[in-house]
């Protein structure tokens, strides 16, 4: 059973910076991919940034590209994002998603999801 753990939103100023933390179990992750998504009140739930396990291949959307960084540490198959610059328009809650395979920026082709955790960014 996989189960992947969420942590580390919050309420930051705008300017202001947030690690989020999401800490995978259940299964071998070498031939997986790890995204994060978000979704704002009322928005569609949108890709923020993934990586490849297998070789650290990172992907990320226009939006967040040089505010974000995403990375994993294999041996305590853990994926960070590190959130600096962040802008009222970042708040949403926001989740990681595992699949087989590379990244994808579409919700539907990850199989498994965590309850995601909020962030609130203030102006």
């Known amino acids: 059973q996989v189960q992947l753990v969420e942590s580390g939103g919050g309420l930051v100023q705008a300017g202001g910076s947030l690690r989020l933390s999401c800490a995978a179990s259940?299964?071998?992750?070498?031939?997986?991919?790890m995204g994060w998504f978000r979704q704002g009140t009322g928005k569609e739930r949108e890709f923020v940034a993934g990586?490849?396990?297998?070789?650290?291949?990172?992907t990320y959307a226009d939006s967040v590209k040089g505010s974000f960084t995403i990375s994993g540490d294999n041996a305590n198959n853990t994926v960070y994002l590190q959130m600096n610059s962040l802008k009222p328009e970042d708040t949403a809650e926001y989740y990681c998603?595992?699949?087989?395979?590379?990244?994808?920026?579409?919700?539907?082709?990850?199989?498994?999801w965590g309850q995601g955790t909020q962030v609130t960014v203030s102006s």
């Open positions: 998603a595992a699949r087989v395979g590379g990244t994808s920026y579409f919700p539907s082709a990850y199989k498994y």
């Open positions: 259940g299964r071998t992750f070498s031939s997986y991919s």
């Open positions: 990586i490849r396990w297998s070789d650290g291949t990172t």
